[in-house]
């Protein structure tokens, strides 16, 4: 595979693995779960936001990026290894970088390291 079917392989999975933890989300109160797909600076998200009675709910629960061909966890609020899913998918170990851990931990991941 080239770099630019690869890098569309993985905006393909990417989106799809946001797309299946925002399905069946109930979480209480008035509670949406949105995907927000920016696709031209590679910028992925999955956020619920409204109201819990009087107060108002906001939480970014997944955050993704690509960055060099490569997919970069950002966060990852769920109870799921949102890294192994990716494996999953077809994306290769060595593209997936552990951006929630500091730097000198993710050599000691079987992850990628940037």
């Known amino acids: 595979m080239d770099r630019l079917d690869l890098l569309q392989h993985y905006r393909q999975c990417v989106k799809k693995l946001l797309k299946q933890h925002s399905q069946g989300q109930t979480i209480g109160g ?3 779960v949105q995907t927000v797909f920016d696709t ?3 910028r992925y998200l999955l956020v ?13 629960e997944i955050h993704l990026e690509i960055r060099s061909n490569k ?3 950002q966060r990852n609020q769920t ?3 949102i890294a192994h899913e990716l494996v999953e ?3 290769l ?3 997936i970088i552990l951006g929630l ?3 000198y931990i993710r050599e000691y991941t079987k992850f990628g390291v940037a």
Do not use: A, F, H, T
């Open 30 to 32: 008035d509670i949406e």
């Open 40 to 42: 031209e600076s590679d």
């Open 48 to 60: 619920s936001l409204g109201w819990d009675k009087y107060r108002r709910i906001y939480n970014c």
């Open 71 to 73: 997919i970069w966890i």
């Open 79 to 81: 109870d799921r290894l």
């Open 89 to 91: 998918m077809g994306v």
């Open 93 to 95: 170990q060595e593209d």
């Open 101 to 103: 851990q500091p730097e």
